[in-house]
């Protein structure tokens, strides 16, 4: 196509309005119409990045290819494409600061002072280009994290003004608003849309396109209305009504024209090219035709926001809809779990699956859940911390070695099944994190995993310190636990399995950062199909 597009999209009157949701939808119908695309997300906090965050301030952490921690919205980004992102699709601020004081502290600036502008917005416009430049992507779609006026957005901000400048038509600001409803006049308000554009306008910003965020259909007058006061024509003013799901948001933004708004102001002309959403409307007629449920059950520590586990429901969600099901899922704080609960906690659920995390709270609830669905025979995922609880619990009541644990939890245990064990991988040197990123996993020719995957060499994402200890493996496949995935330049233990029950898998890395509307995982469609099954 030529030179790398440019595309911001920004924020104003309130956050959560769902940007990430409508840069993965410009991505998407960018990439229908046969460009290329990546998304890219900048953050304004001071964190290096997300990985030390509490899942309660940011959700859920997502982990590139290459072992980097990111947003949430990274997950959006990829689920929508199904394109891997890397560590330079997420920056924070406190990422760029910290290159910009490394690059002082060795003399690179040459002794001259060290300021915002231009050195930081140097910083930030470098990586904004380092993707179309080292890539060469035709769009590369920047959400800008934050609302227009926030202090920590500024510096993003200006250089995105910066380069509206320098790049000319080959750049484009996407900028979404909220327009409440008030309920006692019974009538949307477009104020707050036009002080946001406003706001943007003082930062020398003049947002190209328009989305507003609402819950009741904008009229065509309101529409003209924003598009004088703003200066945005009005063929640029998109309305987003909300969706009952965020699947459908690209086909409405489609119906509106807003990719060929964009090509438009890029100087492309839409006409060139025809979109083929063809697999993402399946994806939807599955959805909407589905009429049984399937339940299941989701234990976990941070299940009182939804967001903490963002990438597994959104997993089961896609493996549902392909095994024509609606998903009904049901969370379980683990710490409440308990004996005299589990029984009925659990009751009606087609398959359990057990949450990753870390830390001890929490755990032990996840070891009774675990128990119940292996002596009930309940289909069973475990990941990452789920799985090293499946090991735990069948070290405890299978093996009799009551007071086996993991040194996580308990650092004087004579029982360590799940261990530090540092001489046998690599240190992250980024987050301290043992493995993070893909690593490679051969799987044993007869067993379940290999039967899931339809191959015997897969790769997946992993973000894990401790690992299941390798001393034990003699004592647990002879008692019926088997290891059929490892990684074959360790031989550490990747996947553990019980053959002789329905569906009992335990993996410890992440395959819900693999599975993406138009390509959901194996293992997740294969779980659903077992809990259909039951």
């Not at 990439?31 to 304004?44: A, E, I, L």
């Not at 930081?120 to 227009?148: C, H, P, S, W």
């Not at 849309?193 to 328009?210: A, F, M, R, Y």
């Amino acid at each position: 196509m030529g030179k790398t597009k440019y595309i911001f999209v920004t924020g104003g009157v309130t956050s959560s309005l769902g940007k990430g949701i409508i840069s993965a939808s410009i991505g998407k119908l960018l990439q229908s119409r046969g460009y290329s695309v990546t998304n890219q997300k900048f953050d304004p906090y001071m964190n290096v990045d997300p990985g030390t965050l509490n899942p309660y301030e940011h959700g859920e952490c997502y982990i590139t290819t290459d072992g980097h921690v990111t947003d949430l919205d990274l997950g959006h980004y990829e689920r929508f494409t199904s394109i891997e992102t890397t560590r330079n699709n997420s920056l924070t601020s406190g990422r760029i600061y910290q290159n910009v004081i490394n690059k002082e502290r060795k003399g690179e600036y040459m002794g001259k002072t060290v300021q915002i502008i231009p050195h930081i917005t140097d910083e930030i416009k470098r990586n904004i280009l380092l993707l179309g430049q080292k890539m060469k992507y035709d769009f590369v779609i920047t959400e800008i994290g934050g609302v227009a006026g926030d202090i920590e957005s500024l510096p993003f901000l200006e250089s995105v003004r910066q380069l509206k400048w320098e790049l000319g038509g080959d750049c484009i600001n996407v900028h979404l608003t909220y327009v409440p409803y008030l309920a006692a006049a019974k009538e949307l308000k477009t104020k707050p849309t036009q002080h946001s554009v406003k706001k943007l306008q003082e930062l020398g910003i003049q947002p190209d396109v328009l989305v507003l965020r609402t819950e009741h259909d904008i009229t065509e007058d309101m529409r003209k209305k924003v598009s004088l006061f703003c200066n945005v024509s009005p063929e640029a003013v998109i309305q987003c009504k909300d969706a009952p799901c965020i699947y459908e948001v690209p086909l409405r933004m489609q119906k509106q024209g807003l990719d060929a708004v964009i090509l438009r102001k890029l100087g492309i002309a839409p006409e060139a090219t025809n979109s083929d959403l063809t697999k993402w409307n399946n994806f939807l007629d599955k959805k909407h035709s589905a009429k049984e449920e399937v339940k299941i059950a989701l234990v976990g520590k941070y299940v009182e926001l939804q967001d903490a586990y963002k990438s597994i429901s959104e997993s089961l969600l896609q493996a549902a809809v392909y095994n024509n099901r609606v998903l009904k899922l049901v969370s379980f704080q683990s710490e409440q779990l308990t004996q005299e609960n589990i029984a009925e906690s659990l009751k009606g659920m087609d398959a359990v699956l057990v949450a990753p995390g870390s830390g001890p709270r929490g755990v032990e609830g996840k070891i009774i859940a675990l128990e119940y669905c292996r002596n009930n025979n309940i289909p069973t995922l475990g990941i990452v911390l789920g799985m090293q609880c499946m090991a735990i619990e069948f070290a405890r009541n299978v093996l009799g070695l009551k007071d086996a644990n993991s040194t996580e939890m308990d650092s004087q245990t004579k029982n360590n099944v799940i261990d530090l064990i540092e001489s046998q991988t690599v240190v992250s040197s980024e987050d301290g994190y043992i493995r993070s990123g893909a690593y490679d996993c051969e799987l044993l020719a007869d067993s379940k995993a290999a039967d899931i995957y339809g191959k015997t060499l897969i790769s997946e994402r992993h973000r894990n310190r401790y690992e299941f200890n390798n001393s034990y493996k003699d004592a647990f496949e002879k008692a019926g636990m088997r290891i059929t995935g490892v990684n074959p330049e360790t031989g550490l233990a990747e996947i553990l399995e019980i053959p002789s029950l329905k569906w009992y898998i335990g993996v410890q890395f992440h395959p819900q950062y693999r599975s993406s509307i138009e390509k959901p995982h194996p293992l997740f469609v294969n779980f659903v199909k077992a809990a259909i099954e039951k």
